[in-house]
């Protein structure tokens, strides 16, 4: 086996700001103002900040207190409640990124469709079959190794960073305070509903462009020195947060609530063309195309070691811990890839759109999320990994993973029942490949606890098939 890739503060911090920064930012403009005022857009960033900010520490924490579990998010649900929620949460997490990566197909081409028609809304026959030349493209490149597909991350992660940098100076300079203290709370507009529900429909949406934040710990295994993750993490995350707020409410005061509601996405674009003229749009159409690219490796990467570190662990098949010469997991990229790209067709029948291409990674991601977070929950509380004389910071810690798990729980009841049943029949196959793996090992499937989850699971999978029957038979 070849030696272990050593990646510094720098590669780390990339990871977390290149998954987090894709094209999730882009369209954010359009994206919230779908959903809220001004009020409410604050009140959720708010609350997003917050929860998210406290869900970074719970990583960084872990980190420092569990160093010797190699892997984050997958490891820490593995450790805290067992190998079946261990599993679920890779599952999940891998769920996430494909869904993550067929949306960022179906953004870039119909970004270019703004310019080349026939690529449409980014789910023509034309425009799935460039991302799946694009798709093999990034697979090949993971192939040569992790290194070196980080340091391209690094790479890409510098460039995008400059067209949203200048975005927001641009349009800082073309800000309106009139455009934005108008109708702030969104009461000229009745289909927003209360400040309540429009602080719910945008939640889900605030989160996905958040999702990474947890990159640094699942190449945990990888870092050159293990306290560079927790700074990678938060550096990461604060420097995305304040880009996010900046890109969301500065264009609200370009353009109102309702022009930005019915902009086409990438918003991001006709917000600067209104500031500046037709040649903003062009750049940050560039923008994107180089942002999509270094997301689209990056979470091709964090997928795939994810399905690996499962089943190095024993739980996932074996076959899924095969390595290539350069030390690259090819065995669960192959099976990462080949999923895109099934995921890419079904697009041509389903007409998914990047929104709800969106809100069903999210679904797939707060479990995961809620587990983490009860995990570093419960070794403050039993001080694991602290010193006699740490009472306070474990304390702190406790009550900062409290808010973690409030807010992920609070995740879930924003999602709605719909996202919840859908994540649940998406969950449901992957008991197939614990079950292979469990058996592989000569060890009992379910413990009696795991039972009663995994019959719950089955349950709520079963209400969302007859759901989706149902509605296809109405068509």
Known sequence: MSAPVQLRLGALTALVVGSMVGGGIFSIPQNTAASAGVGATAVAWGITGLGMLALAFVFLNLALRQPHLDSGIYAYARAGFGPFTGFASAWGYWFMAVLGNVGYYVLLFSTLGH???????????????????????????????IKEAARINQITTVAKLVPLLLFVLLVALAFKLDVFRADVWGRANPQLGSVLDQVRGMMLVTVWVFIGVEGASVYSAHAARRGDVGRATLAGFLFVLALLVAVSLLSMGVMSQPELAHLKNPSMAHVLERAVGPWGSALISVGLLISLSGALLSWLMLSAETLYSAARDGSAPSWLAGQNARGVPSNALWLTSGSVQLFLLITLVSNSTYLSLVNLGTAMILLPYTWAAGYAMKIALRGDGYGVADGRLRQRDAAVSALALLYAVWLVYAGGVKYLLLGALLYAPGAVLYAWARREHGKRVFSRREWWGFAGLLLAAGVAALGLQQRWLSL
């Open 115 to 145: 310019y080349l028609p026939a690529f449409g809304d980014g789910n023509t026959p034309l425009a799935v079959a460039c991302a799946s030349v694009m798709l093999w493209g990034t697979h090949a490149l993971v192939l040569r190794g």
